[in-house]
């Protein structure tokens, strides 16, 4: 595999960055996953302007002007002939040359990485069809998570929960209220309705989310954005996720209880389809 790292494009075994980086000394770094249909770029500016943001919150520089970036994202997917699959940015505030919590002076330079993850048929995903099985779990998490750093610990421990317990994912909870999944935002649906969280320093603002409450909307669905419980998500007519890389994903199971019918339901099926026949 070829990746970029700080300007160069290397083989993977020969792409380094130091021990003294800041992304890997303090998780002082930030993310990004972009999904590759068909050789084509989903959302890229979406996901852009949500980086950018995450950059400005933690004061850290930008080390691309917006046009590399998308030229770097192009020739990552030609060099490694992805059909369908991922892109991985990661920028963190680079190699200050020893250990140290304060920031390194400005004008130290960013460190940035960028990778292909091939994912042949992504999108036909036979997990869509049956749908997952979740289990809830108390979220542990820093309260800026609308901040997408690479800091991902506790969904990385959530995520083993769910594997331990034989299920896909687990969604997280505070308060009583349903935060969002390990690497995805959360939904409900109720006598049509489409429920999901409110936008807030509490959970990632996915871009997803964004493009499929657009879709939604367009396709004349209500959708109300307030916070659920897992008793209530347990008793909807039916349940899913959205992210860059699961697309929509139902959810059909949340702590052995079964949504709705414990079957996909129609509107996560619809909104799955109008999603990939709008990012295609
Ligand atoms: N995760 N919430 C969390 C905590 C996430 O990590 C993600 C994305 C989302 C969905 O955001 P988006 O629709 O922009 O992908 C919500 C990515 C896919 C990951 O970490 O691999």
Avoid: C
């Avoid at 084509?40 to 917006?66: C, I, Q, T, W, Y």
Wanted: no cysteine.
């Amino acid at each position: 595999r070829t990746v970029y790292v700080n300007g160069e494009f290397l083989p993977e075994d020969r792409a380094m960055v130091s021990v003294f980086d800041r992304g890997f000394l303090m998780a002082d770094g930030v993310y990004e996953v972009v999904s590759v249909l068909d050789g084509k770029l989903l959302d890229f500016e979406g996901h852009l302007v949500r980086l950018k943001r995450s950059l400005a919150e933690l004061s850290m520089d930008n080390p691309l002007p917006d046009a590399d970036y998308l030229t770097v994202f192009r020739a990552l997917v030609r060099e490694n002939g992805i059909v369908d699959g991922l892109i991985y940015l990661q920028v963190t505030r680079g190699n200050p040359g020893d250990r140290d919590f304060a920031y390194p002076p400005a004008g130290t330079k960013p460190t940035l990485v960028m990778f292909t993850q091939s994912k042949p048929g992504l999108a036909e995903a036979p997990a869509a069809r049956t749908g997952w099985r979740i289990i809830s779990i108390e979220d542990q998490r820093w309260a800026r998570r609308d901040i997408k750093t690479v800091q991902l610990l506790f969904p990385s421990m959530a995520k083993m929960e769910a594997k331990a317990r034989g299920v896909d994912d687990a969604w997280m909870v505070e308060d009583g209220l349903v935060t969002e999944g390990t690497s995805n935002n959360a939904y409900i649906v109720k006598n049509g309705t489409i429920v999901t969280r409110a936008l807030s320093n509490d959970i990632l603002h996915g871009i997803t989310r964004a493009a499929v409450l657009r879709y939604a909307a367009e396709a004349q669905m209500r959708v109300e954005e307030r916070s659920f419980s897992i008793d209530e998500a347990q008793s909807a007519d039916e349940a899913f996720v959205t992210s860059a890389s699961a697309f929509v994903m139902p959810v059909v199971e949340i702590d052995g209880q079964a949504v709705g019918s414990g079957q996909v339901g129609p509107v996560a099926r619809r909104l799955r389809e109008i999603y990939l026949e709008e990012s295609r």
